[in-house]
Every structure is written in structure tokens, then in C-alpha cells.
């Protein structure tokens, strides 16, 4: 069956980084976009980045334009976030997706990041 598995969160000082992964099976990873959302606690899920099937066009969510970088390694099956710069606002439950901003249809169980200072 389809599996989506995210590891990498914790806790980080605000300025810090975290890297996210989410090692995926059951489907064809590198036929599928990909994306991470992120969904703090009271509020709705938040689509934060997508990224295409071969690993060449990223798109993001304004609040982590150049913060955030959206990768993928087909062979390994594993999408990744590597998180800079996290501020308190960051923190939430991050999880893979499978699809793009528009239309997702499975999604993993998430990581959790928490920015304290």
C-alpha cells in the first residue's frame, strides 16, 4: 500500500535548521509531483512547497521563499525539506504529500518542528 514516512523534526532555537525526510513506497515515486504541508496546532493544513517529478522546478509558499528548499532523490525513493532560518511561526506538524499545491491524494503521518527560543 501506499507509505509516506517522515523523520528529521525536533526542537530548534529560532535562526536554526532542520532537514525533513520522508522516505515513500508503494507507488512509483518519480512519476509523481511531490509536496510538504505543515499545519500548526488550531489551524488549518498549509501547503508550504511542491516539486516535480524529475527534481528540476520547485514552487513555495510565500512566509518560506528563501528559506525553505524542496529536493528529491528518485533512486532513494526520498523527499526532503531543508529547513533555514526557522522562526517561532514555524512551528507545526510537517508532512509529505503526494501531488502538487493544487490536488494531493496521500500524505504521510508528519513530523513534528518546534522554533522556542
Known amino acids: 500500500q501506499v507509505q509516506l514516512v517522515e523523520s528529521g523534526g525536533g526542537l530548534v532555537q529560532p535562526g536554526g535548521s532542520l532537514r525533513l525526510s520522508c522516505v515513500v513506497s508503494?507507488?512509483?515515486?518519480?512519476?509523481?509531483?511531490m509536496s510538504w504541508v505543515r499545519q500548526a496546532p488550531g489551524k488549518g493544513p498549509e501547503w508550504v512547497s511542491d516539486i516535480n517529478t524529475g527534481g528540476l522546478r520547485t514552487t513555495y509558499a510565500n512566509f518560506v521563499k528563501g528559506r525553505f528548499t524542496i529536493s528529491r532523490d528518485n533512486a532513494k525513493n526520498t523527499l526532503y525539506l531543508q529547513m533555514n532560518s526557522l522562526k517561532p511561526e514555524d512551528t507545526a506538524l510537517y508532512y509529505c504529500a503526494r501531488g502538487d499545491r493544487a490536488f494531493r491524494d496521500a500524505r504521510g503521518q508528519g513530523t513534528q518542528v518546534t522554533v522556542f527560543s
Open positions: 508503494g507507488f512509483t515515486f518519480s512519476e509523481y509531483y
